[in-house]
Structure formats: C-alpha cells, structure tokens
Antibody, heavy 124, light 110 residues
C-alpha cells in the first residue's frame, strides 16, 4: 500500500521560498504510469492543482504558478519536492502531495492516494 | 472561480439519495475522464470515483457517477451521517494544460 507524507516548515516569510518534501513508501517513484503531484487548498476553499512530475523527470505546472514553481525528485530516497518562490499571503494553504495515475495511453487519469497534508502559513 | 462548477452545498435526510453536479466544458469533462473525491472534515481527499464511473475497491456501491457531454454527476444513495463531507470533481483540461477541480460541494445529511 502506497503512503505519502509531506514535511517542511509550517511558517514561511513573505518573499521567501516555500519548500516541501513528500516521502513515498510502499511504491517507487520510477513507475512510468504515475505522476507525483502537489495540490493545495486555502482554508475554506477548493483544491488547486500545483503541478506534477513524472518518473522521467518531465514536469507540468499550473500556468498561474509556473514562474514560481519547481518540482524535483530524488529516486534514490523515494521522495519528491516542491519549491515555490516569492511567496505571499495568498500562498497560505494546506498542501497535499499525491500520486497521479495515468491511463495506458499516457493521459491524466486521477489522484490516489493523497498524503495527509501540511499547513503552510506565509507571514512575517 | 473554479473551471468546473459545482453547487456549494446540498442536503438530504438519512436514507435518501442526493446528486452532486459538476459542469465543465469541451476541453475538460467533454473530452477527458472525471474523478470524484470525498473530503471528510479535517481529512485529506479520498478517491471515490475514477474514469467517470468506476469505484475503487472499498468504496460502497451507494456511490455512483455518470458523465454526459461536458458535465458529470455523482449520486450517493442510502445516505448515512458518515457521508457528510466535501465532494470535489476533477478532470484534465487540454486547453489550459492543467488538472482542474470543481469548487467543492458540502453535503449535509440532515
């Protein structure tokens, strides 16, 4: 059974970089049929997809965040990372890492499972 | 403003049936599969429907879904108090090149 666990600072100052790590257990980051995904949820609001990284290292980012987001992965440690630069208060949210499933043809399918989430507050 | 439109809230009594709609467009639901997620209070979302109509193992058949053109519905029958949660729909949007979610629907079981 695959499990994901987010970790990182819960408080980040404005203009700094938010960095989170997702540790994956029970499965490999190198499996071709998965994307490794970050999603966030501001308090009381809906889900926002940040982006995903494939086992090949290819990435797709939410266009509204693309200039500030970098996703990377460390297959040897079976974990992947989110870096979000130049944060503001609007980046305050519950951040989830998750596994994205691809269909056989390579198109995006669904997200399962999810990590429990970690709250990040942007404040001075 | 979410790309996929869901009603903010729905409610029904225990034992009854409720439908949650998810309205999109040609570039997302119209040409890509829909998934649905249940988010219990203070919990992470959980996949309950994938590939438009399929249930993961462990999800009861009280949960069903359909897709028609650019829209989709989630139906929960035999409502239980434990079904009280937020429900989110999602799909890939080929024009925007990102995964889009609905704004979420809060289900209250009266």
């Amino acid at each position: 059974q695959v499990r994901l666990q987010e970790s990182g600072p819960g408080l980040v100052k404005p203009s700094q970089t938010l960095s989170l790590t997702c540790a994956v257990s029970g499965g490999s980051l190198t499996t071709a049929s998965f994307h490794w995904t970050w999603i966030r949820q501001p308090a009381g609001r809906g889900l926002e997809w940040i982006g995903h990284i494939h086992a090949s290292g290819s990435t797709i980012y939410n266009p509204t965040l693309k200039s500030r987001v970098t996703l990377s992965m460390d297959s040897s440690k079976n974990r992947f990372r989110l870096d979000l630069a130049s944060v503001t208060a609007s980046d305050t949210a519950l951040y989830f890492c998750a596994r994205g499933q691809l269909f056989d043809g390579g198109s995006w399918g669904w997200v399962d499972p999810w990590g429990q989430g970690t709250v990040v507050t942007v404040s001075s | 403003q979410s790309v996929l439109t869901q009603p903010p809230s729905v409610s029904a009594a225990p034992g009854q049936r409720v439908t949650i709609s998810c309205s999109g467009g040609t570039s997302n639901i119209g040409e890509n599969s829909v998934s649905w997620y249940q988010q219990l209070p203070s919990a992470a979302p959980r996949l309950i429907i994938f590939d438009n109509t399929r249930r993961p193992s462990g999800i009861p058949d009280r949960f069903s879904a359909s897709k028609f053109g650019p829209s989709a519905d989630l139906v929960i029958s035999g409502l239980q108090t434990g079904d009280e949660a937020d429900y989110h729909c999602a799909a890939w949007d080929a024009s925007l090149r990102l995964v889009v979610f609905g704004g979420g629907t809060k289900l209250t079981v009266l």
